[in-house]
């Protein structure tokens, strides 16, 4: 590498020198991580004893990564910023890894990863290797709240953390091949949420090394002009640096970050001082440099840096091929790490002098912890939204408009660190009255008649889920709280989002500098079975079976049945901590079952009898029903209803769930039920029809260890769909009344030849209600008008 300076530029010679110097440090140790079991500092030649068995990593990423980092620590110097850096490209672990050990925050959260030969070689020894750390930027790595491992979410992670944080600068580098994903694409158009008076600030990097694995990336074959027209029309001033030439680069990039630092500056200072709320043109870096820079320039013949080869390990077989081996130790001897390390193996003073102090530094910043900067809400007692339940089944009211009223107070009480997320369907899932506080949160051009948009709004809606999620998950992870409603079928658009999140929580629980963080909260209504107008595209309730799959302490799955079983679940998921909460939940008119102390109480159960709906009168059942989910517990209650009617003889015990995962035993979930006392409220022997919300099988694997598996009968959603009216859907599927009537009659013992009459009237009351809806376009009076009239107490549990 040519060692001649250059000082032409923001750079005096020394400043220049000692980057440099810096930038070569971190790529020494990125190179050392993936190759390197001994000998870390070359104190003698290398052999092939000294390199791992097996090479795992991704290099080519990682001098742009160096580069940025080093770069940006002048800058916090200099200007005493609050920065946190998002690594798009996280596979670029090795890199960001190096960074944080020559800050020295590595060292002191592992302090068996000293600042020393040792160490060094600890820290090469444990990267990609068993018992070690992962490749990717991972919980793990001080500083990350971005793992990078799947594609496309680290600008919407940046824009997240900058919300609400007014002082703080997210430095987000995009690799250009994520940069293809759909998230990403979308994600430029976060600036468009950005209050610049309130918020921080993200600057975006697109570092362009022209190649994905085998392949060149889209946005470096586009050609200079189309891309800045790009980026000019997302509301980006593009920057622009080009080289492959260190020392200017060195010059280049300085000059480039101190202007986007400025106009960044000017920026907040008009929407601070001056008031000016007109949406700003933010700067945006294009970082143009050669894919595994500072790399080997061939291998076998084979251009490798600035090409696709450079991508992971560009040289392989190492200690088989004593070609490749010297090849290895040319390039680490390159850097000169004689001149970075002293004779303990710690960095020379003028590096670390280079980098910020305490938490100033990107590893160390509170934000990247976020539960070091959590602060719990100020929560309205929910108890004071109760609907005001006379009876069971009255009055019918929607659930989550019920909630809004709470919702809107939480967002009053909590200005500063609670917003609710939604892809345009707020006001459709029934929380409009969350705009009686706040409005949309909205920095581009507004017309006469828009509703409710402001620079200062709470509520984030965009018609993107990915954009939701990912603005949501890093509001969360750098301290604050919110809650993501979306349509029940539509969240699946975020199924791999939530699969990261929850890896990100599950990792995160066995790290112990990692603080947990405020809870996700899905509340997911609209569901499938009442998208009277939508149709088959909209009825799909499988969310809960993805999330299930995931580990247990840290998934939860509620299903109140009502308005203040809601309100209920809602505060104790609002409180939580380091969870994902799935919550789903009707917005259509519908009945309420419980006063607000009985609501309290079941759902601090889980699960219970509803005393007041059953008629086994503390005696042994001969049937119990069980449901779970607004619908499936009203048909429920129906199906019970006739079957009191009609066999009043016959001994019914009606179970409610709320909490889905009380039907695992405690030895598989925080939540579960142990096994006696899950006997003692579905019996050992006796049927139990399962009225249930989703796809019937879940309900399967959460009991199939429980004595009484084999009489569990559950009716559910069974992908059958159209637009058609409310009760001719669940007839669709066969979970209505009638058909719950059926199945009691043709399980339990004896009542199939006792029970002829009422069984062939059940299949008549079907075909009826059928016909009415083809005549009529809406659900028989029998059903529509059917309200609970026996005399019960519901409070009596």
Not at 91 to 112: D, K, M, R
Not at 528 to 555: C, L, M, T
Not at 734 to 752: E, M, T, Y
Request: hydrophobic share 40%; with cysteine; proline share 7%.
């Amino acid at each position: 590498m040519d060692t001649a300076l250059d000082v032409h530029g923001p750079l005096t010679e020394d400043e220049l020198r000692r980057l440099d110097a810096y930038w070569r440090a971190a790529n020494y140790l990125t190179v050392g991580q993936i190759y390197l079991l001994d000998n870390p500092l070359l104190h003698e030649p290398l052999a092939p004893e000294h390199v791992k068995p097996r090479l795992l990593g991704h290099w080519g990423t990682s001098p742009g990564l160096n580069l940025l980092y080093a770069h940006l620590n002048r800058t916090i110097t200099q200007r005493d910023l609050d920065a946190i850096f998002v690594t798009g490209p996280g596979h670029g672990g090795p890199a960001i890894v190096a960074n944080t050990w020559l800050e020295g925050t590595y060292s002191e959260l592992y302090p068996s990863v000293g600042r020393d030969e040792t160490g060094m070689a600890r820290l090469f020894r444990q990267f990609s290797f068993p018992g070690g750390i992962p490749s990717h930027v991972a919980p793990e790595v001080p500083g990350s709240i971005h793992e990078g491992g799947e594609l496309g979410y680290s600008l919407m992670h940046a824009y997240g953390a900058a919300f609400d944080n007014p002082d703080l600068l997210v430095a987000c580098v995009i690799g250009d091949g994520e940069a293809e994903t759909g998230p990403l694409a979308a994600s430029w158009l976060s600036n468009v949420f950005l209050n610049p008076a309130r918020d921080g600030v993200v600057l975006p990097i697109l570092h362009l090394n022209g190649y994905k694995i085998a392949s060149p990336t889209v946005l470096d074959r586009i050609g200079h002009d189309d891309l800045m027209s790009m980026l000019r029309g997302f509301g980006y001033e593009p920057l622009v640096v080009d080289g492959d030439e260190p020392e200017r680069v060195h010059q280049e990039l300085a000059a480039t970050l101190d202007r986007a630092l400025d106009t960044i500056a000017a920026i907040q200072r008009r929407a601070r001082v001056d008031g000016n709320t007109d949406r700003p043109r933010w700067p945006a870096i294009v970082l143009r440099t050669p894919k595994g820079w500072t790399g080997p320039r061939e291998v076998d013949g084979k251009r490798v840096e600035g090409t696709f080869r450079a991508h992971q390990v560009p040289i392989n077989e190492v200690r088989d091929n004593p070609a490749h081996l010297a090849e290895l130790e040319r390039w680490l001897r390159s850097y000169r790490p004689e001149e970075l390390f002293d004779a303990t193996g710690a960095p020379v003073t003028e590096l670390t002098e280079l980098a910020p102090c305490g938490d100033r530094r990107m590893s160390a910043n509170p934000h990247a912890n976020g539960g070091m900067v959590l602060r719990d809400l100020v929560l309205p007692d929910f108890r004071d939204y109760a609907v005001d339940v006379g009876r069971p089944g009255e009055p019918m009211a929607g659930a989550t408009g019920a909630l809004g009223g709470w919702v809107r107070d939480v967002i009053s009480a909590n200005p500063d660190r609670f917003r609710l997320f939604g892809p345009d369907e707020v006001a459709s899932n029934r929380l409009g009255a969350a705009f009686e506080v706040t409005d949309r949160a909205f920095v581009g051009a507004t017309e006469t008649g828009d509703d409710h948009l402001s620079p200062d709004g709470r509520v984030m809606e965009v018609l993107s889920e990915h954009l939701c999620q990912g603005w949501l998950e890093g509001y969360l992870l750098t301290g604050r709280h919110g809650i993501f409603t979306s349509y029940e079928a539509f969240i699946h658009v975020v199924d791999s989002m939530l699969n990261q999140h929850a890896k990100w929580l599950k990792t995160t629980r066995g790290i112990p500098w990692r603080r947990p963080v405020a809870s996700l909260n899905y509340l997911l209504s609209s569901h499938v079975w009442r998208q009277d107008h939508n149709g088959f595209s909209h009825q799909d309730p499988g969310f809960i079976d993805h999330v299930a799959n995931k580990k247990a302490e840290v998934v939860r799955v509620y299903l109140p049945p009502d308005a203040n079983t809601l309100l209920s679940t809602m505060d104790h998921c609002l409180r939580s901590r380091h969870y994902i909460n799935v919550v789903v939940a009707g917005k259509q008119p519908a009945p309420n079952w419980l006063p607000m102390d009985a609501a309290i109480q079941h759902c601090r159960r889980g699960l219970g009898i509803w005393q007041w709906a059953s008629t086994d009168e503390g005696q042994e059942p001969d049937v119990v029903l069980a449901c779970a989910g607004d619908v499936p517990t009203l048909e429920t209650l129906a199906a019970a209803d006739l079957l009191h009617r009609h066999l009043p003889e016959l001994k019914v015990r009606v179970v409610n769930v709320v909490d889905l995962m009380r039907l695992q035993p405690a030895s598989e979930h925080p939540h579960g039920l142990p096994d006696r006392d899950f006997d003692t409220i579905f019996t050992r022997d006796k049927q139990i029809i399962f009225a249930y919300h989703g796809y019937p099988w879940l309900i399967h694997r959460l009991t199939y260890r429980r004595t009484n598996h084999g009489n569990l009968h559950v009716r559910g959603y069974k992908e059958e769909g159209t637009t058609t009216t409310p009760f001719d859907m669940v007839m669709l599927n066969d979970l209505d009344r009638f058909h719950l009537v059926i199945d009691v009659i043709d399980r339990v013992p004896g009542l199939a030849v006792r029970a002829a009459h009422l069984r062939q009237a059940m299949v008549d009351a079907r075909q009826e209600c059928r016909d009415h809806t083809r005549r009529y376009g809406e659900d028989h009076p029998m059903v529509a008008e059917w309200r609970w009239v026996r005399e019960t107490d519901p409070t009596n549990r």
